[in-house]
């Protein structure tokens, strides 16, 4: 169904005549329902709320309807839901990694059905890299959005205190755990104050920060087809180990699961020195720490790599032909060099476009806080994230196996067996 909604609020105060109230009130809006997570740290539905009036000053026609929907699996639960329905926004800023779980779920569309000849210049501006996690059998489903990769945060005051050079950042797991050990501080009591490192292992997490460990050690979890995964591979067997000796053997990571919502607290209050989290966590910490930090790649075994991460805008299928002309129209608009810019301030997100980069206004950002740059310095070397058939499930029994290692539930090697052994069950049918 088509979602309308009359014009009339504002003009009386406006001094407009009688005859174009008359006319005013018998226009019509399209209403566009967009979903949307936070899954960083800052006033963000603020931001948002901004967008979205600048865009309905310029577009009186469309009354874009933001709805903040907690996480990223809240907003896909809530949008399947929706969809399932037949009441779906017609537009949602998802996680790139469910595009499988959507295109088979049957409730999107492929952007470029929707394209114009002059759309093409619009989307030849994302980077290669972002743009890739969204195509599927020759379609592009969903355009970058919140895009980013996970980095490496340290506490350079700590790492002065002891005795390492504030500007060195671990370059290979070695050197991290040797750093980790010597900013790990205790009281009195032998209680630690400070840890070494942090890496979030709770569900949602897990699955991007395991395929970045797994991409150090020269692995990958899964394919591009999304219907096979490789976790018995014995270099995903060993990137699992290492994290869960960081704990065990080492002693410098917190025992048990890190948790990615207090990881930013964590760093910010001195409770770690070295997190890893996204760079969206960029501008929130960057307002709040009261010490001096970096941003830095991650380290590697021997050879940094990251995992792309993020959000992509999509289109849904069961929306009126106006409701989509009108997201695709609101997309454009979120997705435009200037704008791409402005977000990657007010977030720490990645501009997935190279003309964002070259705007006076994340040009001049980049040269007052470098550190903004080192996230899109890593792109080269990063990998997408495990993304499959049934995301879901399978991120599920993956995220699952992880934190039976790192709890002691298993070995590393027993929960990927037990892992692999499930998800082929469940992929099976997609190959």
């Known amino acids: 169904m088509h979602k309308t909604r009359h014009l009339t609020a504002g003009f009386l105060l406006a001094g407009l005549s009688m005859a174009a109230l008359t006319s005013a009130a018998t226009a019509q809006q399209t209403v566009v329902d967009f979903y949307y997570p936070i899954q960083v740290g800052g006033p963000l539905t603020q931001v948002i709320d901004g967008y979205v009036a600048e865009f309905e000053a310029a577009n009186p026609d469309i009354d874009i309807v933001p709805v903040y929907s907690g996480n990223y699996q809240d907003t896909t639960t809530k949008a399947l839901t929706a969809a399932k329905a037949g009441d779906p926004p017609a537009l949602a800023v998802l ?11 049957d409730v999107i569309d492929p952007i470029d059905s929707f394209f114009s000849p002059e759309d093409q210049e619009w989307v030849d501006g994302f980077m290669p890299a972002y743009l890739a996690s969204a195509r599927v059998d020759g379609n592009l489903w969903s355009v970058p959005f919140q895009r980013s990769t996970a980095v490496l945060y340290w506490n350079k005051d ?17 050197e991290m755990v040797e750093f ?6 205790k009281d009195a009591n032998g209680n630690v104050t400070r840890w070494g490192v942090g890496i979030p292992g709770n569900p949602g997490s897990a699955q991007w920060l395991f395929t970045a460990l797994a991409a ?4 990958r979890l899964m394919n591009d087809e999304g219907n096979e995964v490789y976790l018995t591979d014995p270099k995903v067997v060993e990137a699992l180990q290492f994290w869960r000796d960081l704990s065990v053997v080492h002693g410098v990571h917190p025992p048990g699961i890190q948790e990615w919502g207090t990881t930013p607290s964590d760093f910010l209050e001195g409770r770690i020195a070295m997190v890893w989290t996204t760079t969206g966590n960029l501008t929130n910490i960057l307002n709040n720490a009261t010490f001096d930090f970096g941003l830095a790649p991650y380290p590697g ?8 991460g993020g959000g992509n805008l ?8 106006e409701e989509k002309a009108a997201a695709m129209k609101f997309a454009k608009f979120l997705t435009s060099d200037e704008l791409q810019a402005d977000w990657a301030i007010q977030t720490g997100y990645v501009a997935p476009r190279d003309g964002s980069w070259e705007t006076d206004t994340l040009k001049d950002y980049v040269a007052e806080v470098p550190a903004a740059d080192v996230a899109r310095q890593q792109i080269p070397t990063s990998v997408p994230e495990y993304s499959t058939h049934e995301n879901a499930r399978t991120t599920k029994v993956l995220n699952d196996a992880i934190a039976a290692a790192l709890t002691g539930g298993k070995s590393p090697e027993q929960a990927l067996s037990d892992a692999q052994a499930e998800i082929d069950r469940i992929l099976r049918s997609y190959r």
């Open 95 to 105: 996680l790139a990694t469910d595009i499988f779980t959507l295109i088979d779920e």
């Open 314 to 321: 999509y289109v849904f299928k069961d929306a009126s032909d």
């Open 180 to 185: 980790g050990k010597a900013v790990m501080t």
């Open 301 to 308: 075994n021997p050879d940094s790599a990251s995992a792309l």
């Open 216 to 219: 150090q050690n020269g692995a």
């Open 158 to 174: 700590a790492f002065a205190e002891a005795g390492l050079d504030p500007e060195k950042y671990p370059a290979t797991w070695d």
